[in-house]
């Protein structure tokens, strides 16, 4: 019992649902990268490279030949990730153009040397092949000290082209009120979060969930703004090597 109510709890970390509503104090953040990647993540094809993969939470609505999960060589990582490969953050160590589709979901603000990342990204990608980057545009400092930068969508979109990308499909979650809800709940959790998981899951019912749901009501009733928004989520093709 113990162990399903386990899993349901992770799963509403990634792809929150009603329930996420009351024990996911990042509820509309996660929910609007989840429903972007869901969409965009179909369209790469053949032999995917995820990048900082993590825990590959959406390795599972890929329909990829195969999914390669790529991370730094940490002893964290090593420990707690699900990479199949470790890199030192510079050279990625795979053959140029030894895939079909990239991803990365929230690493790019993490990394302090853009455009040699992205110089990377281009190699090991085919020519016509897909890149489905998600990056933070407002969002608080996290991961501390490896958090460098944030990326409007004019930032973003420029920074893709001259490294040989043609953006495909950009889109921007939550660009309505909940990014302001969201915000109240990542700064009552920064302010409350424990080493107790069940002490933190008490506090997101007490304080988090009610936000949640005054930010759900708001959202369906007032209009969206594309300028305030939590996310870039950016489809692109490689059309030159760089």
Same mark, same amino acid.
């Given at each position: 019992?113990?162990?399903?109510?386990?899993?349901?709890?992770?799963?509403?970390?990634?792809?929150?649902?009603?329930?996420?509503?009351?024990?996911?104090?990042?509820?509309?953040?996660?929910?609007?990268?989840?429903?972007?990647?869901?969409?965009?993540?179909?369209?790469?094809e053949g032999k995917i490279?995820?990048?900082?993969?993590?825990?590959?939470?959406?390795?599972?609505?890929?329909?990829?030949?195969?999914?390669?999960?790529?991370?730094?060589?940490?002893?964290?990582?090593?420990?707690?990730?699900q990479a199949d490969y470790?890199?030192?953050?510079?050279?990625?160590?795979?053959?140029?153009?030894?895939?079909?589709?990239?991803?990365?979901?929230?690493? $790019?603000?993490?990394?302090?040397?853009?455009? @040699?990342? =992205?110089?990377?990204? *281009?190699? !090991? %990608?085919?020519?016509?092949? /897909?890149?489905?980057?998600?990056?933070?545009?407002?969002?608080?400092?996290?991961?501390?000290?490896?958090?460098?930068?944030?990326?409007?969508?004019?930032?973003?979109?420029?920074?893709?082209?001259?490294?040989?990308?043609?953006?495909?499909?950009?889109?921007?979650?939550?660009?309505?009120?909940?990014?302001?809800?969201?915000?109240?709940?990542?700064?009552?959790?920064k302010i409350t979060v424990?080493?107790?998981?069940?002490?933190?899951?008490?506090?997101?019912?007490?304080?988090?969930?009610?936000?949640?749901?005054?930010?759900?009501? $708001?959202?369906?009733?007032?209009?969206?703004? @594309?300028? =305030?928004?939590?996310? *870039?989520? !950016? %489809?692109?093709?490689?059309? /030159?090597?760089?």
């Amino acid at each position: 019992m113990l162990k399903k109510l386990k899993s349901l709890y992770i799963q509403e970390q990634f792809n929150p649902r009603f329930i996420g509503l009351f024990i996911n104090p990042f509820y509309f953040a996660r929910k609007g990268l989840y429903q972007a990647v869901s969409k965009l993540i179909v369209r790469l094809e053949g032999k995917i490279l995820d990048i900082g993969c993590g825990n590959k939470p959406y390795a599972h609505l890929s329909s990829a030949k195969e999914y390669v999960g790529l991370e730094l060589d940490t002893q964290d990582n090593r420990r707690y990730k699900q990479a199949d490969y470790f890199y030192d953050g510079t050279h990625m160590p795979f053959a140029n153009e030894d895939f079909d589709g990239l991803i990365s979901n929230q690493v $790019f603000e993490h990394v302090f040397n853009p455009h @040699d990342f =992205l110089k990377e990204a *281009n190699r !090991v %990608l085919k020519i016509g092949g /897909k890149f489905l980057i998600t990056v933070p545009f407002v969002w608080d400092e996290h991961e501390q000290p490896y958090d460098y930068a944030r990326y409007s969508s004019f930032g973003l979109t420029h920074f893709l082209r001259e490294s040989g990308f043609e953006i495909m499909e950009h889109q921007k979650s939550n660009n309505g009120i909940e990014v302001i809800f969201q915000l109240i709940n990542a700064y009552l959790f920064k302010i409350t979060v424990t080493q107790n998981i069940y002490l933190n899951l008490g506090v997101t019912l007490l304080l988090m969930a009610p936000v949640n749901l005054l930010g759900l009501l $708001f959202a369906k009733i007032l209009p969206k703004n @594309d300028d =305030l928004y939590l996310d *870039n989520i !950016v %489809l692109a093709k490689k059309i /030159k090597n760089v």
